[in-house]
């Protein structure tokens, strides 16, 4: 089966010659494996728009995520390279999560991300509703 660009003619703008069809499955799926879970991508959003947060801070900001929860998510985060965790020690304890170098990197495909999420919004908009006899 042929893909749309090829049966039309035209290469779209996110073609990258260095990497074949399977190769940026292989890539997406594994970015999408480190942000996989409710409130990664809520905690990084935070992060950005904030900078250096502490626990409570972030448990204020996302109210609906559970202590265990984003406690977890954080440590995955940490694991992963995309968040630094910094302990101060004083009592009592002073903990502060901020985005690495790798984590801050992450900001134009989430701007893409969020821009796809709007069009889509815009496109679904304009499409006129599907009523039950309809379907």
Request: aromatic share 4%; net charge negative; with cysteine.
């Given at each position: 089966?042929?893909?749309?660009?090829?049966?039309?003619g035209y290469l779209p703008d996110c073609k990258r010659p260095d990497h074949s069809a399977?190769?940026?499955?292989?890539?997406?799926g594994e970015a999408l494996k480190i942000l996989e879970g409710r409130w990664k991508m809520v905690i990084i959003f935070h992060l950005f728009a904030r900078g250096v947060l502490r626990f409570s801070?972030?448990?204020?900001?996302?109210?609906?995520?559970?202590q265990k929860m984003l406690s977890q998510h954080l440590r995955e985060l940490?694991?992963?390279?995309v968040?630094?965790?910094?302990?101060?020690?004083?009592?009592?304890?002073?903990v502060e999560y901020d985005l690495t170098e790798l984590g801050k990197a992450?900001?134009?495909?989430?701007?893409?991300?969020?821009?796809?999420?709007?069009?889509?919004r815009a496109s679904a908009a304009a499409r006129p509703a599907v009523t039950d006899q309809e379907s």
């Open positions: 089966m042929r893909s749309t660009h090829e049966e039309v399977e190769s940026a499955a292989d890539g997406v801070e972030l448990e204020r900001a996302i109210p609906a995520v559970s940490e694991r992963d390279g968040v630094q965790r910094t302990v101060y020690p004083v009592v009592p304890p002073k992450l900001c134009p495909a989430l701007d893409a991300i969020l821009k796809w999420t709007e069009l889509r």
